[in-house]
Structures are given as structure tokens and as C-alpha cells.
């Protein structure tokens, strides 16, 4: 089955920098992959969504890479604020829609004033 | 406000109880899923329906249960089969299948605890 790796180590920044988050899986390649942000005690908040075919996709400070031939996805905030404080998840799907995602455990991310 | 509501946030059981965790959304959102979040794991999809009264077992569904009878809800029942219940559940929805935009739109959560 499909597997997730996400660095389960928590990322320690200093404000002002940019943040690398990292998103391996194994086996087959998704249709697309989706990054979310959770804080503590909430529900996920759904960030950015990059397809097979596109390598990368931007959101204001947020930048997502999609390397098929490494299955590898990137996740970065560029300038950090405290604020973006939180654990990050990506999360993969085989099918053309939303069906039986499967979730990373997350990297915890804090940015240090 | 357009969004998907769970309740309670705190839920406590007694052991050998069946207990409802509710999950209501006015997305107009074909998809609903039921996802358990343990520490430090990540989310574990426990039932899933693409449409009113069908649904689906996820990797977990054994000693959980689930009804879809009206679109807008997708109460998920935690049985006493259930052997290690306490966690944290995550209802969400998205709109269905093939259609373009697909993120997962999720609650706030239910902690359920067993005592």
C-alpha cells in the first residue's frame, strides 16, 4: 500500500527565513498531492494542491514542488512569521478525485522570533 | 458561514458504551469521511460515502459504524467493539469524485475519551 514519509522531527526556524518541508511516498505516483495545515486541538486546513503534471504551484508566500521521478513533494514558506507555527501535512490520492487519501504524519514547524 | 460542524468537541465514554460523534455540513458536498488522528500518526481514514445512504469502510472501520441518510450528515458510532477508542475524530467532506476542485474541507473534531 501506498506509504507517506514526512519528517516526523519538528523544524525549528528563525523568522524571516524560508521553511523546506519534505514529502516522500513509496510505489505508485499520485494524481495529485495536497498539503494542509492543523494546529493544535483543530481539523486540518487544506493549503495547496499540485497535480502529476505540474511541477510546481504558488500561493503568496507558499510554494509546492511535485518530482514524480523521485517522489518527492517540497513545501515552502518563504519570509516565516511566528504565525505559521502549526504541523504540516501533505496527503496523496491515486484517483482523480478525492477518495482514499492517505495522510503523512505531519512535520511540526515553528518559527522562533 | 458555509463549513462543517462536529459534535462535541469533548466526549467521555464509560467502557462497553456505544456513543454518536455527529458531523453536519452545509457544503452541498457529495463526500463525507470519518478520520481517527492518534498522536503522533498521522490521519486513518475509518469510513467514507460518496453518496446519500452508501458508504464505505476505510483501513479502520472495524468496531465503528455509520449512516448516511440525508446528504448534509454522516454520524459516525463508536461501538463497544471499538478496543482502543480515545482519540481524536475527524469528520470532512469535499465534493465528489472527478470533480475538479477535490481538498477536504474538515471539522473542528471530537476528543473522545474513554473512562
Known amino acids: 500500500s501506498q506509504k507517506i514519509e514526512q519528517n516526523s522531527e519538528a523544524l525549528n526556524i528563525q523568522e524571516g527565513k524560508t521553511a523546506t518541508l519534505t514529502c516522500n511516498y513509496t510505489n505508485y505516483s499520485p494524481a495529485y498531492l495536497q498539503w494542509y495545515r492543523q494546529d493544535p486541538g483543530r481539523g486540518p486546513v487544506f493549503l495547496l494542491l499540485i497535480r502529476e503534471n505540474e511541477k510546481e504551484k504558488r500561493k503568496e508566500r507558499l510554494k509546492v514542488t511535485f518530482d514524480t521521478t523521485l517522489k518527492q513533494s517540497l513545501f515552502h514558506i518563504t519570509a516565516s512569521q511566528p504565525a505559521d507555527s502549526a504541523t504540516y501535512l501533505c496527503a496523496l490520492d491515486m484517483s482523480g478525485g478525492y477518495q482514499k487519501v492517505t495522510f503523512g504524519t505531519g512535520t511540526k514547524l515553528q518559527v522562533i522570533p | 458561514d458555509g463549513g462543517i460542524t462536529q459534535s462535541p468537541k469533548y466526549l467521555f465514554r464509560k467502557e462497553g458504551q456505544n456513543v454518536t460523534l455527529s458531523c453536519e455540513q452545509n457544503?452541498?458536498?457529495?463526500?463525507m469521511y470519518w478520520y481517527r488522528q492518534d498522536p503522533g500518526q498521522g490521519l486513518r481514514l475509518i469510513y467514507y460515502?460518496?453518496?446519500?445512504?452508501?458508504?464505505q469502510k476505510g483501513d479502520i472501520a472495524e468496531g465503528y459504524s455509520v449512516s448516511r441518510e440525508k446528504k448534509e450528515s454522516f454520524p459516525l458510532t463508536v461501538t463497544s467493539a471499538q478496543k482502543n477508542p480515545t482519540a481524536f475524530y475527524l469528520c470532512a467532506s469535499s465534493r465528489k469524485q472527478g470533480a475538479k476542485d477535490t481538498e477536504a474541507f474538515f471539522g473542528q473534531g471530537t476528543r473522545l475519551t474513554v473512562v
Open positions: 460515502s460518496q453518496i446519500v445512504n452508501d458508504f
Open positions: 457544503l452541498n458536498h457529495d463526500a
